[in-house]
């Protein structure tokens, strides 16, 4: 467990939910930012990379489906996660 309490797999479930994704990747990046701002020393729960596709990103803009993927992970945010690459296809 991280400092944060975030794991891939927790922010997967969310995703999952709330998105239907036709293909969904959740990679914790957060060892390689070891030393970063954001970084809590444990290596894990800080940094992110999503990959996904969902039939609700149909017609829209880049920037609205970020958006949906940051609100679907809202409360990971408000919990620590400093950084989030987001990669939606």
Not at 34 to 62: E, K, Q
Not at 63 to 88: C, K, N, P, Q
């Amino acid at each position: 467990m991280s400092g944060t309490g975030i794991t891939a797999e927790a922010m997967r479930a969310r995703l999952e939910e709330l998105l239907a994704p036709s293909s969904l990747e959740v990679i914790d990046e957060s060892m390689a930012h070891m030393g970063h701002a954001g970084s809590d020393g444990t290596g894990s729960g800080t940094h992110f990379r999503v990959r996904i596709g969902s039939p609700a990103f149909d017609g829209l803009s880049r920037v609205a489906r970020h958006r949906l993927v940051y609100d679907a992970l809202r409360t990971f945010v408000d919990r620590g996660l400093h950084a989030l690459a987001i990669e939606t296809l």
